[in-house]
């Protein structure tokens, strides 16, 4: 760590300031997930204050120990992320119906953040090269409701071949030193050495390469860190410029803990020339008839209305993916829009990404719980009949936290890998 504050001496004038608050307890946040609530509605709605972030509008600083403890989380009503790293998404800009990649995309606050400007409208591919990374990047995708995102997994090289000139808007969230995470991570301080440093910007360069190739003419990119290393922030920047003259740096900022309420982040904002817009073949594998004619029937009880939308068989499953979807042929796709449900022996049965991606006011069928009861379904037990018969959208409060089947009891269907302890 003497290296490391060494060189932090030398990058501020007001390193005094910086060392004392290394000492601090770390900023914390919360993001409203506008695709399900308003920022103001949420607001109401939590039992703890909330104080705005003034770089993301949906964004608020919390002092709750865990603000993750609350049944709107878990029905997807908010995300929990550090606010400084609410900074980078907005310089996108990114609108409904564009095609947008948010390439280093675990756990997924960017990526969702990207998602609630789209309005469900558009393609969004978020993409996590390791594995168990991947699926935790899922389990946030679903949990926040989005519909319109391809969620892969695969090598930054392997994309840039498939989607070159594809995107008009791209998030490289690069993994880095972590140096703005000291307060936070143990591990960032423990890791910490100048050769790590050294790795991280070439290996971000490496990435940053396949991005720009990937980025249609006219198109934006963003490139992002949590660390104050001038190697992977500034020094990049001056390498993607010189390496590539058709970009332009449009505009970055670094956010330091003690003079902005973050734990520390960068992000630079670059806008390439005019230029062509590559075209993808469309995805061909239309839903098989007999999957289809099973949704058919259980959508007209469990929906009051049709969700916009194709309809594909994705592996054993039905899913609902934008119009205008590339075919999957030869990714690793561990989820394309949302995954309606699969054939259970002639019957359907419906994912729990449905009770949590539909629209709340689409859903026909609801079994409201009440708090105590709410803990009860998030531990995987067995409840009390609410009356109903069949498949039911459970909810506390009207907002969707997954599925049960009524009958003589509220059979439960909360996925096994969520259930609290």
């Not at 067995?382 to 049960?404: F, H, I, M, Q, R």
Request: with cysteine.
């Amino acid at each position: 760590m003497n290296e490391y504050l060494r060189r932090m001496r030398l990058q501020l004038p007001d390193f005094e300031k910086y060392e004392q608050c290394l000492s601090q307890p770390p900023y914390k946040g919360i993001r409203a997930n506008t695709l399900k609530i308003g920022a103001q509605e949420l607001k109401k709605l939590l039992p703890f204050a909330l104080d705005g972030v003034p770089w993301e509008s949906d964004g608020f600083y919390v002092t709750q120990e865990k603000p993750g403890k609350t049944p709107y989380h878990d029905a997807g009503l908010y995300y929990v992320q550090e606010p400084s790293a609410m900074c980078a998404a907005p310089l996108l800009d990114v609108r409904p119906g564009e095609r947008v990649l948010d390439l280093c995309s675990a756990p997924g606050g960017k990526g969702t953040q990207l998602a609630q400007k789209m309005q469900g409208q558009g393609i969004l591919v978020l993409n996590e090269k390791i594995p168990d990374r991947a699926r935790i990047l899922l389990q946030n995708v679903e949990r926040m409701g989005v519909a319109n995102a391809v969620v892969t997994c695969a090598d930054p090289e392997a994309l840039a071949q498939r989607f070159a000139g594809y995107f008009d808007k791209i998030l490289v969230d690069a993994p880095c030193s972590g140096e703005g995470m000291l307060r936070k991570e143990a591990a960032a301080a423990e890791n910490w050495s100048v050769q790590n440093v050294e790795m991280c910007a070439a290996r971000q360069k490496k990435i940053l390469a396949c991005a720009v190739k990937m980025l249609a003419g006219g198109g934006k990119l963003v490139y992002s860190t949590c660390t104050f290393s001038e190697e992977e922030d500034e020094r990049n920047v001056e390498w993607l410029l010189h390496e590539f003259p058709f970009l332009k740096l449009e505009e970055s900022r670094k956010i330091y803990p003690h003079r902005e309420r973050g734990e520390g982040h960068f992000a630079a904002l670059f806008s390439r020339d005019e230029g062509e817009r590559a075209r993808l073949r469309p995805a061909a594998a239309a839903a098989e008839k007999r999957l289809q004619t099973l949704w058919k029937d259980f959508s007209a009880a469990f929906l009051k209305q049709t969700l916009p939308g194709r309809l594909i068989s994705f592996g054993k499953g039905l899913s609902l993916v934008p119009e205008e979807l590339f075919t999957l042929d030869g990714l690793k796709v561990l989820r394309a829009g949302l995954l309606l449900g699969e054939d259970a022996g002639g019957r359907f049965e419906p994912a729990h990404a449905l009770a949590l991606g539909a629209p709340r006011d689409a859903l026909a069928s609801k079994a409201e719980l009440s708090e105590e009861e709410v803990q009860r379904y998030l531990r995987g037990e067995e409840l009390p009949s609410k009356g109903g018969k069949g498949w039911c959208a459970v909810c506390y409060n009207g907002y969707p936290l997954g599925l049960a089947k009524d009958g003589v009891a509220l059979k439960n269907h909360y996925p096994k890998g969520l259930r609290i302890k």
